[in-house]
């Protein structure tokens, strides 16, 4: 991972325990936090604690769920250009492996010196290590290799925050997770990714995914959206309005919701309980797709579908984007047709 170590780096880490064993926190319906399990609270007390035995670094935005943490590392690098997110990851897991083992005992250690504890076994048995030299210790602190407590997976997910508008949507992400694991869990129907479908509507050349509700492929009402990228919100007032009462009356927009004024639809839309909508992308549904919370909360109320006309492999990169959005545009207005002269016929 390159990246200027001059200030201030945001690093959004997901750590997960193994086999996805439910040991951390429960999440309940009527909480918009997760409840946290004793396993859970004390992953919370080292979180917390991370800034006393790391000055440089701050724990923040951070949410418990049942097998795994999500939270964003704030590093200081200007105090530390050396200090390695993912060594202290590792440190962290440690250190609430630690509390785990002795949970039960009468005056169990404060999170602070476990990860005093964690910190000196790893530099005593591997050395300080730096962000270029950190590889997975599978064991930390001398703990037995069969414990009947729960243990982490070492393999830790870590992505570089590089502006703002990437940090907010971080922090929604980690504050709407819990909302969308239940959605996930009430409904797992509905976050199925399909593979390969053919429809009459869809043309058939083309390789097609999708996730979400299918049969609004069948509704003959259709209609394709496009709102220029040269305009702003406002300037399609009267485009959207007009859109929205159609919705209503069982119109099924169809759209890439990336302009200006597609996005203040797609938000209209989703304010309108007895709306339907198909959202199209312009790249490829990976086997693992993994929605929005925003979009989550419409999969799971059956109203919207998110399509995608590209194959496994398809390039991604920024340069070929508006290449694709264009492509998918074109798609998106023949499948409109097709579905309008199928229910004439």
Not at 205 to 227: C, E, I, K, Y
Not at 239 to 249: D, M, V
Request: aromatic share 8%; charged share 25%; glycine share 6%.
């Amino acid at each position: 991972m390159k990246f200027n170590r001059d200030g201030r780096q945001f690093f959004f880490i997901t750590i997960v325990l193994e086999g996805r064993t439910k040991a951390l926190s429960c999440l309940i319906d009527t909480a918009s936090r997760p409840v946290l399990l004793p396993g859970g609270e004390a992953a919370k007390a080292v979180l917390v604690a991370m800034h006393g035995a790391f000055p440089c670094v701050t724990a923040s935005d951070f949410v418990i769920m049942p097998d795994h943490i999500h939270f964003l590392l704030i590093v200081d690098y200007s105090r530390d250009p050396t200090f390695s997110p993912l060594w202290a990851s590792h440190r962290l897991m440690d250190a609430v492996e630690l509390a785990w083992q002795h949970n039960g005992d009468a005056a169990p250690e404060p999170p602070a010196a476990l990860l005093a504890r964690a910190v000196a076994a790893a530099r005593k048995n591997r050395g300080l290590l730096t962000i270029e030299n950190t590889p997975i210790l599978r064991r930390g602190s001398g703990m037995p290799e069969s414990p009947s407590y729960p243990r982490w997976d070492r393999h830790c997910y870590i992505e570089l925050s590089f502006d703002s508008r990437q940090l907010k949507t971080i922090r929604r992400y980690i504050r709407l997770n819990p909302a969308r694991a239940l959605w996930k869990e009430r409904h797992p129907d509905r976050f199925i990714r399909f593979a390969g479908i053919r429809h009459p509507v869809l043309d058939p050349v083309r390789q097609w995914d999708a996730m979400g509700n299918l049969t609004l492929l069948g509704s003959p009402f259709l209609h394709h959206v496009r709102l220029t990228m040269r305009k702003n919100a406002e300037e399609h007032t009267s485009e959207i309005n007009e859109i929205i009462e159609s919705a209503k009356r069982g119109v099924v927009p169809v759209c890439g919701f990336i302009s200006p004024g597609e996005k203040e639809l797609l938000r209209r839309l989703k304010a309108e309980p007895s709306a339907r909508f198909i959202k199209t992308v312009p790249f490829a549904l990976p086997p693992r797709y993994d929605p929005s919370a925003e979009d989550s909360r419409e999969l799971a109320a059956d109203r919207m579908l998110i399509l995608s006309g590209f194959p496994q492999g398809t390039p991604d990169s920024r340069e070929n984007l508006r290449e694709r959005c264009n492509i998918m545009n074109e798609l998106a207005a023949e499948l409109c047709v097709r579905a309008q002269t199928l229910g004439d016929t």
